[in-house]
């Protein structure tokens, strides 16, 4: 393991670089390109493939190419890691991820992913430095957003974290995209929309708002919203419902959990 002195005086390296001002997002360096209202809308996480006929807006991983449909946004898990990557990150990093006696503390709905320890300043600001390069990477490879995911790992972090620590690591996300010329999109946690909002958020993607009835903690406060309902929770029928709403998103699809591509026979996506 690194040496203490090492650790601390990177953090504290890291907060007098990146949280200068942290907790407003501060003017962009570039133009913002905002999403454009209503729009058909896909979510490829799991695969990446030709974007469905009409589809224009298209959300990948940071590691795969825009779509090019039209409007592309960026996913990143900015308050936890990437399965293929926790065991390595924990290793160069053991510092900012949460721990418990037995090792890394882990989403318990996705085992792989080890929770980002955000609780102070220091902390916040070194991995605010990481995922900041890879923010940065979604505009140089062409995105036009970015999704930032996992706002909610408080939630499951065992009384470690706080909203409050998370909010202010949302913020320099924030700051940091919009320097890039990106626009950033919350992704869940409704109960924290108006704030986010505040801290500089352009729009959202939501996952199963209306099969948990909160979409309109996000239409009420984003013009556009992107929502996605999951086949084995809403159901086809159900969906069909949700979609003549008036009060609905402005773009909602239905997909397979697993959002794999249309080569697979699990795949699933309707659009409304």
Not at 26 to 32: F, I, K, L, R, T
Not at 199 to 206: E, K, L, P, S
Request: aromatic share 8%; with cysteine; charged share 20%.
């Amino acid at each position: 393991m690194i040496h203490r002195v090492l650790v601390a005086g990177a953090l504290a390296l890291a907060a007098v670089l990146v949280l200068a001002g942290c907790g407003a997002p501060g003017p962009s360096a570039s133009p913002v390109r905002l999403p454009p209202l209503g729009a058909r809308f896909d979510y490829q996480l799991g695969a990446a493939y030709d974007a469905p006929t009409g589809v224009t807006v298209v959300e990948r991983d940071r590691t795969a190419a825009p779509a090019r449909a039209g409007y592309d946004i960026c996913y990143v898990n900015g308050f936890q890691t990437q399965p293929a990557e926790s065991e390595r990150f924990a290793a160069d990093h053991p510092e900012l991820v949460l721990h418990t006696a037995d090792g890394p503390l882990v989403d318990a709905g996705w085992p792989d992913e080890y929770l980002f320890d955000t609780s102070t300043e220091a902390k916040r600001a070194a991995v605010a430095a990481l995922v900041g390069v890879w923010i940065r990477g979604c505009a140089r490879h062409g995105f036009a957003a970015v999704e930032i995911d996992n706002l909610d790992s408080y939630t499951r972090a065992q009384g470690a974290l706080t909203a409050q620590d998370n909010l202010a690591l949302a913020a320099e996300y924030a700051r940091i995209a919009h320097t890039a010329g990106l626009a950033i999109a919350q992704k869940n946690t409704a109960d924290q929309t108006r704030r986010l909002r505040a801290a500089g958020y352009d729009f959202a993607v939501a996952e199963s708002c209306s099969r948990f009835s909160e979409c309109d903690a996000y239409t009420d406060v984003y013009p556009a919203v992107f929502d996605i309902e999951y086949a084995d929770e809403l159901g086809a029928d159900a969906f069909d419902r949700a979609c003549a709403d008036p009060t609905r998103p402005p773009s909602m699809i239905l997909r397979d959990h697993s959002l794999v591509g249309p080569d697979s026979a699990q795949y699933v996506y309707r659009s409304c």
